[in-house]
């Protein structure tokens, strides 16, 4: 079948509107109408060639969510009417050790839900800026949210299962103090979940304006990380820090922040490395840097649910399809509180 989507023909070129072809559902297929998808910062990283191997035409979007078409004759965990979501992964191989322990996203051969291989025309996976989704039903997870809180949930298919993922693995819960390094679509998010978990959360910003802004989001305490006099008075006392900035900074003035034997963990994905830490800064107490991509298909449904039972959403922004080349700017220059995300009926408007 041919949709509606909208996406980029080469990596000097702005997102426009394009015509692709979905497979038909197959036996174990989900069929799904996209009501929503969310808008990631790894979309125009991807779009722009800014990471290596950006096949074109290139549709982004893997913040999925919408309702259910149709099903394959084998399918056994949806059917039409459910609502449901579709994260990053659309395949994986299924029989390696990291796909045997429900970690897909750690598989060698884990396919995205854009810019992966597939047999379907064009060659490789296009993703949820479009009308229509087609996945096999084992990446399919199912939405208990309220149907009006749809648009909100969708950037919980990536910023919530990126940030969710590390502060599960890490026991983050209570008695604990956790720092969240950033305050944007994944550092939102984190501070919702520590909050949740039970964790005394401190949010840490360069912006003297997102203070308030934090403590709405459920942070205990908010760092602006250039005075020097906050940054002390936290020295040794977390537990575990949630680094979710995507653009290259010093990672030691956070190391100093640590207990001993405590851990930061990285989740933004900037598109040049981090300045290396200084040895001391790890060695001195016993301290760890860790990273942590995405989450597996049976966590990603853990947090889905863990959100619904406690209410937690992303804070969006919705635009319609053909602003989106003015919100990867806006993106650029952190003009976003905390998501955007795409009103896929405006699909086909275009």
């Not at 996945?135 to 969710?164: F, M, N, S, W």
């Not at 305490?221 to 008075?233: C, G, L, Q, Y």
């Amino acid at each position: 079948m041919t949709i509606h989507a909208y996406g980029a023909r080469a990596k000097n070129l702005s997102l426009e509107p394009l015509a692709i072809t979905r497979r038909a559902p197959g036996e174990h297929d989900v069929q799904i109408e996209i009501a929503y998808c969310g808008v990631c910062h790894s979309d125009l990283h991807q779009v722009r060639s800014e990471w290596a191997g950006t096949q074109y035409p290139c549709v982004p979007g893997h913040e999925i969510v919408g309702r259910v078409l149709a099903v394959g004759a084998h399918v056994t965990n949806h059917k039409p009417g459910d609502l449901v979501g579709v994260g990053c992964i659309v395949d994986s191989c299924q029989h390696c050790a990291e796909c045997d322990d429900g970690l897909e996203n750690y598989c060698d051969h884990m396919v995205g839900t854009y810019n992966g291989p597939t047999a379907d025309a064009p060659g490789h996976t296009l993703g949820g800026y479009s009308q229509q989704i087609v996945v096999h039903q084992r990446y399919v997870l199912k939405v208990h949210h309220p149907e009006d809180q749809l648009a909100a949930v969708a950037p919980l298919l990536c910023a919530g299962i990126t940030t969710y993922s590390p502060l599960r693995h890490w026991k983050v819960g209570p008695g604990q103090k956790v720092g969240v390094v950033g305050i944007g679509g994944l550092g939102h998010m984190g501070i919702k979940l520590a909050n949740a978990m039970g964790a005394h959360v401190v949010a840490f910003t360069t912006s003297e304006s997102k203070r308030e802004a934090a403590k709405k989001l459920g942070a205990h305490e908010v760092v602006v990380s250039r005075n020097p006099d906050e940054m002390a008075a936290h020295a040794a006392s977390l537990d575990f820090i949630l680094n979710t900035v995507a653009a290259p900074h010093s990672l030691d003035p956070f190391f100093a922040l640590l207990k001993r034997d405590g851990t930061m963990t990285l989740v933004g994905a900037p598109a040049s490395p981090h300045p290396s830490p200084a040895v001391f800064s790890l060695i001195a107490r016993r301290r760890s840097l860790a990273g942590s991509l995405i989450g597996g298909i049976p966590e990603t449904q853990e947090m889905l649910d863990f959100c619904a039972k406690h209410h937690i959403v992303a804070d969006i922004e919705m635009i319609r399809a053909d602003q989106i080349n003015e919100a990867y700017e806006r993106m650029l220059r952190g003009d976003v509180k905390y998501r955007f995300v795409i009103d896929c009926a405006s699909l086909a408007e275009n």
